[in-house]
């Protein structure tokens, strides 16, 4: 027995030492997997993880292969106003107000009256400046086989006379059918005998993350492509009321304005419009007008040569959160009125100061660049339905618009008027006959500039023209409008404020009372 034990007992020894192995590894093992269960428990509970099946192109050269000959250069020649030397930094007199008052006798005075204004020998009665002209360039893009082509507004703009490159080097006369300022965007028409490539835009809006060429003239190169992706829609850019821009990070650079850009069915998704760059240079940040914005500008500048807008006569600003509140709306939206303006369609149809415009035509207006947008999509004369909040609850009004001209759709009050509601009031109040100062409301005689009407910039001077709705005339007025807010349960009240002959809307909280 003892040879047996002897025989086998470093051998059972060792199969234990293994099988003890075996188990800690497996132990490991285990411990390992309830760990990576213990930190990613959410993973136990999908079925199946995201998976994507598309597969990026290889390549992009069918697609420019088949649009770039619709692509062309737009060389723009402008004239160009001379300089005029100023001395005295605010006349535009030249050397001519420098020398004036000059002690007689003094050097200075005889070279003068020798060489002129310009250094030149005085000859007599001033020659008229013979004109000057300069060169710019830009991109642009056939959308009709006769030859019509679309460019930005500021890549035409003060131009006399237009020349079109082809991508295959051919040069062509343009004339200009019309431009609109307020989206950037022109149309040219060249006449030839000939038939051009053209392209279409796109129906459908890009998605985000979808690929985009551009095709363009960079630093007057001509026929450049790159390619990126849609890195963002719905970008507002502060380049005009109707900013709805596409944000790209193909790059772009000067040059490249007026260019298209395209999907990969050769579609034009927008028009490159402008470049985010603190250097000048492409940082991967561009962004172009949207196909949908420019198809209906551009059927316009081609009828009549001009676009025709709605007009609703208004100044807007953006409804927050503390403004909702001070409303009763269930939350920040549409776009409030802070101001109708004098015999404009919307003071004619009944709307006032403090409606609150929840939709247009049963589109819903998240903001005030909604409202600006809806309302120039409509022609003039147009009968519109306006869903707007007054007095608690909503009510339907017709608006028939007038023509948008030189006026704007809709001011929109700056930003640093739609801040956080007040902590506090901190303002010292007066009548507006006791503040020396014509009209009604009550004025602000004082301002705590450390406090949060300061934060609000509310400045002496600035005038309450309402209070919760209701027209005040007094201090006590004031106080008695706050007062009622919160007993009606209200956590703000809404201020009316007139400031610069411009009228706003501040929130103020009720523990201010």
Same mark, same amino acid.
């Given at each position: 027995?003892?040879?047996?034990?002897?025989?086998?007992?470093?051998?059972?020894?060792?199969?234990?030492?293994?099988?003890?192995?075996?188990?800690?590894?497996?132990?490991?093992?285990?411990?390992?997997?309830?760990?990576?269960?213990?930190?990613?428990?959410?993973?136990?509970?999908?079925?199946?993880?995201?998976?994507?099946?598309?597969?990026?192109?290889?390549?992009? /050269?069918?697609?420019?292969?088949?649009? #770039?000959?619709?692509? $062309?250069?737009?060389?723009?020649?402008?004239?160009? #106003?001379? @300089?005029?030397?100023?001395?005295?930094?605010?006349?535009?007199?030249?050397?001519?107000?420098?020398?004036?008052?000059? !002690?007689?006798?003094?050097?200075?005075? &005889?070279?003068? &009256?020798?060489?002129?204004?310009?250094?030149?020998?005085? &000859?007599?009665?001033?020659?008229? &400046?013979? @004109?000057?002209?300069?060169?710019?360039?830009?991109?642009?893009?056939?959308?009709?086989?006769?030859?019509?082509?679309?460019?930005?507004?500021?890549?035409? =703009?003060?131009?006399?006379?237009?020349?079109?490159?082809?991508?295959?080097?051919?040069?062509?006369?343009?004339?200009?059918?019309?431009?609109? #300022?307020?989206?950037?965007?022109?149309?040219?028409?060249?006449?030839?005998?000939?038939?051009?490539?053209?392209?279409?835009?796109?129906?459908?809006?890009? /998605? $985000?993350?979808?690929?985009?060429?551009?095709?363009?003239?960079?630093?007057?190169?001509?026929?450049?492509?790159?390619?990126?992706?849609?890195?963002?829609?719905?970008?507002?850019?502060?380049?005009?009321?109707?900013?709805?821009?596409?944000?790209?990070?193909?790059?772009?650079?000067?040059?490249?304005?007026?260019?298209?850009?395209?999907?990969?069915?050769?579609?034009?998704?927008?028009?490159?419009?402008?470049?985010?760059?603190?250097?000048?240079?492409?940082?991967?940040?561009?962004?172009?007008?949207?196909?949908?914005?420019?198809?209906?500008?551009?059927? =316009?500048?081609?009828?009549?040569?001009?676009?025709? @807008?709605?007009?609703?006569?208004?100044?807007?600003?953006?409804?927050?959160?503390?403004?909702?509140?001070?409303?009763?709306?269930?939350?920040?939206?549409?776009?409030?009125?802070?101001?109708?303006?004098?015999?404009? !369609?919307?003071?004619?149809?009944?709307?006032?100061?403090?409606?609150?415009?929840?939709?247009?035509?049963?589109?819903?207006?998240?903001?005030?660049?909604?409202? /600006?947008?809806?309302?120039?999509?409509?022609?003039?004369?147009?009968?519109?339905?306006?869903?707007?909040? +007054?007095?608690?609850?909503?009510?339907?009004?017709?608006?028939?618009?007038? +023509?948008?001209?030189?006026?704007?759709?809709?001011?929109? %009050?700056?930003?640093?008027?739609?801040?956080?509601?007040?902590?506090?009031?901190?303002?010292?109040?007066?009548?507006?006959?006791?503040?020396?100062?014509?009209?009604?409301?009550?004025?602000?005689?004082?301002?705590?500039?450390?406090?949060?009407?300061?934060?609000?910039?509310?400045?002496?001077?600035?005038?309450?023209?309402?209070?919760?709705?209701? #027209?005040?005339?007094?201090?006590? =007025?004031?106080?008695?409008?706050?007062?009622?807010?919160?007993? =009606?349960?209200?956590?703000?009240?809404?201020? +009316?404020?007139?400031?610069?002959?411009?009228?706003?809307? %501040?929130?103020?909280?009720?523990?201010?009372?």
């Amino acid at each position: 027995m003892q040879d047996q034990d002897t025989q086998f007992g470093p051998k059972k020894s060792a199969a234990r030492r293994r099988a003890g192995l075996m188990a800690g590894v497996m132990a490991l093992g285990l411990a390992g997997a309830l760990t990576a269960q213990t930190l990613v428990p959410s993973q136990m509970a999908l079925a199946d993880p995201v998976r994507v099946d598309a597969q990026a192109p290889a390549d992009f /050269s069918s697609v420019v292969e088949a649009v #770039q000959p619709a692509v $062309v250069s737009v060389r723009v020649k402008q004239e160009v #106003q001379p @300089r005029m030397m100023n001395f005295g930094g605010g006349s535009q007199g030249g050397m001519e107000d420098f020398f004036k008052g000059m !002690p007689e006798g003094h050097p200075l005075e &005889r070279f003068f &009256r020798q060489f002129g204004e310009r250094g030149q020998p005085n &000859r007599g009665p001033q020659q008229e &400046r013979p @004109r000057q002209f300069g060169m710019s360039q830009g991109s642009g893009f056939f959308i009709t086989e006769d030859g019509y082509l679309v460019t930005n507004h500021h890549v035409i =703009d003060k131009g006399t006379e237009f020349t079109v490159i082809t991508d295959d080097g051919k040069e062509y006369n343009a004339k200009l059918i019309g431009a609109d #300022q307020r989206t950037d965007l022109a149309l040219l028409k060249v006449d030839a005998d000939e038939d051009f490539t053209y392209v279409k835009f796109a129906d459908d809006a890009p /998605s $985000v993350g979808e690929w985009v060429v551009a095709i363009g003239n960079p630093f007057g190169l001509g026929g450049s492509v790159t390619a990126g992706i849609v890195s963002a829609r719905g970008r507002d850019i502060g380049a005009g009321p109707y900013d709805d821009f596409i944000q790209i990070d193909a790059p772009v650079n000067r040059g490249n304005s007026g260019g298209p850009a395209f999907n990969m069915n050769g579609e034009v998704i927008g028009v490159n419009a402008a470049i985010f760059s603190p250097s000048g240079g492409n940082v991967g940040i561009a962004f172009a007008i949207p196909a949908s914005t420019a198809t209906n500008v551009i059927v =316009d500048l081609k009828d009549g040569g001009q676009v025709v @807008r709605g007009w609703l006569g208004v100044q807007i600003q953006a409804v927050t959160d503390d403004i909702a509140e001070s409303l009763g709306l269930d939350e920040a939206r549409g776009a409030i009125i802070a101001d109708p303006q004098d015999g404009g !369609p919307a003071e004619q149809a009944g709307l006032q100061a403090g409606d609150t415009i929840l939709a247009v035509g049963g589109t819903q207006v998240d903001g005030p660049r909604d409202l /600006s947008r809806l309302i120039a999509g409509y022609s003039p004369d147009s009968k519109v339905d306006l869903t707007i909040w +007054r007095n608690g609850k909503e009510e339907s009004i017709d608006v028939t618009l007038g +023509r948008l001209e030189d006026q704007q759709a809709s001011a929109t %009050v700056p930003a640093e008027a739609q801040e956080t509601a007040l902590a506090d009031l901190g303002l010292s109040l007066s009548t507006a006959r006791q503040a020396g100062v014509e009209g009604d409301g009550v004025v602000i005689t004082e301002v705590d500039p450390s406090g949060p009407a300061g934060a609000k910039r509310l400045v002496a001077g600035d005038r309450i023209l309402e209070v919760a709705g209701q #027209q005040v005339s007094t201090p006590q =007025d004031v106080e008695n409008a706050i007062r009622k807010a919160e007993k =009606d349960g209200r956590k703000a009240v809404l201020l +009316r404020i007139e400031s610069n002959q411009t009228t706003r809307f %501040v929130a103020l909280p009720m523990n201010v009372a």
